[in-house]
């Protein structure tokens, strides 16, 4: 900084990139966050990521993680991708999206920042210049793309069509992925769904999953990352679903996640959605598992981690014919009266600090 401030620039090294590009498709059972595992678990068998610590290689360290392949995921699905980066020990990610992708979801933030006005949020005139400039990005929608002769460090190809299982990360470390198959029947006394690798489709779906199957056999820790998911959940019932199931109901936000909120019992073993699972962050001793809300809720039901043929049957029946209900996410300039919610600041008014800006 003290560099930048002396003589105005900041001259800095690009990093070079790593090319992830997926083919195929997703396959039933298989969710986004078992192609987050597919990343590592392939990295593995290429022989550009190791899990020991000793002589540790890991190809996508300090690097750029591109991802390819995946145009038509809403945005709010390319956050699970690009979240877990941070774990493969990326200096960043870009991931190619569609233009019609990228526009659906700068018209729902135009909306909730026009609400936020509304609502009287600080500072008005900043939330306005955002709004414009989302606004004349619409009106003329450009993506970065990478050159056609880029060059990349490494070069990684998934076959969607060849992920017929969910895909783990084990006790503890985010790159020790295994596939459901190698872990099935292991003891789970603790569960978590949560953090910011969730969306509201996810809990819909595990709510499903729990649906009429009684109390859990393992603790579940429920934690939606936002309160305008937790206040849609409720008012489409699926909080009344994991309450009847016993679940723990978290204030929205990160909770166990952090490793500071809140802690699960010493020497537990845990299955998360978070996006880590160092030694003694969810708890003392605790080992954890990371996977799929979808898969989380199942574990939650059984107390234990369940078989390929579990999973994928339940799956069938719970989640994959629901997939349109249960996988919507909140465009806020499709709901009706949301632009007045909670108004305090006047259309006026609020007409005045747009047009000023």
């Given at each position: 900084?003290a560099?930048?401030?002396?003589?105005?620039?900041?001259?800095l090294?690009?990093?070079?990139?790593?090319?992830?590009?997926?083919?195929?498709?997703?396959?039933?059972g298989?969710?986004?966050?078992?192609?987050?595992?597919?990343?590592?678990?392939?990295?593995?068998?290429?022989?550009?990521?190791?899990?020991?610590k000793?002589?540790?290689?890991?190809?996508?360290?300090?690097?750029?993680?591109?991802?390819e392949?995946?145009p038509?995921?809403?945005?709010?699905?390319?956050?699970?991708?690009?979240?877990?980066?941070?774990?493969?020990?990326?200096?960043?990610?870009?991931?190619?999206?569609?233009?019609?992708?990228?526009?659906?979801?700068?018209?729902?933030?135009?909306?909730?920042?026009?609400?936020?006005?509304?609502?009287?949020?600080?500072?008005?005139?900043?939330?306005?210049?955002?709004?414009?400039?989302?606004?004349?990005?619409?009106?003329?929608?450009?993506?970065?793309?990478?050159?056609?002769?880029?060059?990349?460090?490494?070069?990684?190809?998934?076959?969607?069509?060849?992920?017929?299982?969910?895909?783990?990360?084990?006790?503890?470390?985010?790159?020790?992925?295994?596939t459901?198959?190698?872990?099935?029947?292991?003891?789970?006394?603790?569960?978590?769904?949560?953090?910011?690798?969730?969306?509201?489709?996810?809990?819909?779906?595990?709510?499903?999953?729990?649906?009429?199957?009684?109390?859990?056999?393992?603790?579940?820790?429920?934690?939606?990352?936002?309160?305008?998911?937790?206040?849609?959940?409720?008012?489409?019932?699926?909080?009344?679903?994991?309450?009847?199931?016993?679940?723990r109901?978290?204030?929205?936000?990160?909770?166990?996640?952090?490793?500071?909120?809140?802690?699960?019992?010493?020497?537990?073993?845990?299955?998360?959605?978070?996006?880590?699972?160092?030694?003694?962050?969810?708890?003392?001793?605790?080992?954890?598992?990371?996977?799929?809300?979808?898969?989380?809720?199942?574990?939650?039901?059984?107390?234990?981690?369940?078989?390929?043929?579990?999973?994928?049957?339940?799956?069938?029946?719970?989640?994959?014919?629901?997939?349109?209900?249960?996988?919507?996410?909140?465009?806020?300039?499709?709901?009706?009266?949301?632009?007045?919610?909670?108004?305090?600041?006047?259309?006026?008014?609020?007409?005045?600090?747009?047009?000023?800006?």
């Amino acid at each position: 900084m003290a560099f930048a401030a002396a003589i105005g620039a900041m001259p800095l090294d690009m990093p070079e990139s790593v090319l992830v590009k997926f083919t195929g498709s997703l396959q039933p059972g298989v969710t986004l966050r078992d192609v987050v595992n597919a990343i590592p678990y392939v990295a593995i068998q290429q022989g550009l990521l190791t899990v020991a610590k000793e002589g540790k290689k890991n190809v996508f360290n300090g690097r750029i993680m591109e991802i390819e392949g995946l145009p038509d995921l809403k945005l709010e699905q390319a956050f699970e991708l690009t979240d877990a980066t941070a774990e493969r020990s990326c200096a960043g990610s870009t991931i190619k999206l569609s233009v019609d992708t990228v526009s659906e979801y700068l018209r729902s933030n135009v909306a909730l920042l026009k609400n936020m006005i509304a609502r009287g949020y600080g500072d008005a005139r900043t939330l306005a210049r955002r709004i414009r400039a989302m606004e004349a990005w619409l009106a003329d929608p450009q993506l970065l793309e990478a050159d056609a002769d880029a060059d990349y460090a490494a070069v990684i190809e998934i076959d969607l069509d060849a992920i017929t299982e969910p895909i783990v990360a084990c006790p503890n470390d985010p790159d020790n992925v295994k596939t459901l198959s190698e872990v099935a029947g292991d003891r789970i006394d603790e569960v978590f769904i949560g953090s910011c690798m969730t969306n509201i489709g996810h809990y819909r779906a595990a709510a499903n999953v729990l649906k009429g199957q009684g109390e859990n056999a393992a603790r579940l820790w429920v934690c939606p990352p936002t309160r305008m998911d937790e206040e849609k959940l409720k008012e489409e019932g699926y909080y009344a679903i994991f309450e009847a199931a016993g679940s723990r109901m978290e204030m929205p936000g990160c909770s166990l996640c952090m490793g500071n909120q809140a802690r699960v019992e010493d020497n537990t073993t845990v299955f998360s959605t978070s996006t880590r699972n160092f030694n003694n962050r969810l708890g003392n001793g605790a080992q954890v598992y990371l996977g799929s809300a979808e898969l989380a809720a199942v574990c939650a039901q059984l107390g234990r981690i369940p078989s390929k043929e579990e999973y994928l049957a339940i799956a069938a029946e719970k989640i994959d014919p629901y997939g349109d209900e249960l996988y919507r996410y909140l465009n806020f300039d499709q709901i009706e009266g949301f632009e007045d919610s909670g108004r305090v600041v006047s259309v006026e008014e609020e007409a005045r600090v747009l047009a000023e800006v």
